[in-house]
Structures are given as structure tokens and as C-alpha cells.
């Protein structure tokens, strides 16, 4: 089993950044890959991104390539969602998974956390 806790959402204005914490307890966390993924109301949970085992490699959605970062620090069996040059649109409830193989999809991860809510204003 995998716990996970989120932490570091709020209220950004637009153009401003945010930094997501995911801390993990129970098994080692470089056993899995870990991905963040958003809500919006009223619309599906979609893929923000995804860090490999050992940090090295990095896949994002398109609608945040080059604004967002994931990075792991599995010393401090921790996960981070960088977020830069914030719109409106990605207000949403921010997630973060884990996962025994690479995957996109959100039916694929085994663990979540309870997710935490990103509002950015106009």
C-alpha cells in the first residue's frame, strides 16, 4: 500500500506559478512511476504528467508542455508539480497517483492521494 498527500494548492492570478508537494508513505516510492493528473468541475480527470522511477525521464500533456514540471525526490519519497505562467483553465483539482508502469491513463494508477484544488484567477 501507498499513501499519498498533496499539499501546496491555493489561489494564483493569472501568469503566476505554483509548486505541488505529493508525500508518500508506505512501500518505496522509486517502485513506482508518479503522475499528476486534474479535474475540472463538471469534466473528466485528465493527465498532467508523469516521472519515471528514477527521475530521469519526463511526459506531459500537451496543454502544459513547457509550463509544467514534475520532478521526485525519492530520498524524501516526495513528488513536485512545478506549475509556471498559470491560466484560468488549468483551475482544477490537482492529483497525484502512483503507478507500477508508464501509463497516461488514469485507470491504470493503483494509489491516489486526496487532491488538492488550484484556482487561478483572471
Known amino acids: 500500500q501507498v499513501q499519498l498527500v498533496e499539499s501546496g494548492g491555493g489561489l494564483v492570478q493569472a501568469g503566476g506559478s505554483l509548486r505541488l508537494s505529493c508525500a508518500a508513505s508506505?512501500?518505496?516510492?522509486?517502485?513506482?512511476?508518479l503522475g499528476w493528473f486534474r479535474q475540472a468541475p463538471g469534466r473528466e480527470r485528465a493527465f498532467v504528467g508523469w516521472?519515471?522511477?528514477?527521475?530521469?525521464?519526463?511526459s506531459y500533456a500537451a496543454s502544459v508542455k513547457g509550463r509544467f514540471t514534475i520532478t521526485r525526490d525519492n530520498a524524501k519519497n516526495t513528488v513536485y508539480l512545478q506549475m509556471n505562467s498559470l491560466q484560468p483553465e488549468d483551475t482544477a483539482v490537482y492529483y497525484c497517483?502512483?503507478?507500477?508502469?508508464?501509463?497516461?491513463?488514469?485507470?491504470?494508477?493503483?494509489?491516489w492521494g486526496q487532491g488538492t484544488q488550484v484556482t487561478v484567477s483572471s
Open positions: 508506505g512501500r518505496t516510492l522509486s517502485r513506482y512511476v
Open positions: 516521472v519515471s522511477f528514477s527521475g530521469t525521464s519526463t
Open positions: 497517483a502512483a503507478v507500477a508502469h508508464y501509463s497516461a491513463n488514469a485507470g491504470d494508477y493503483d494509489y
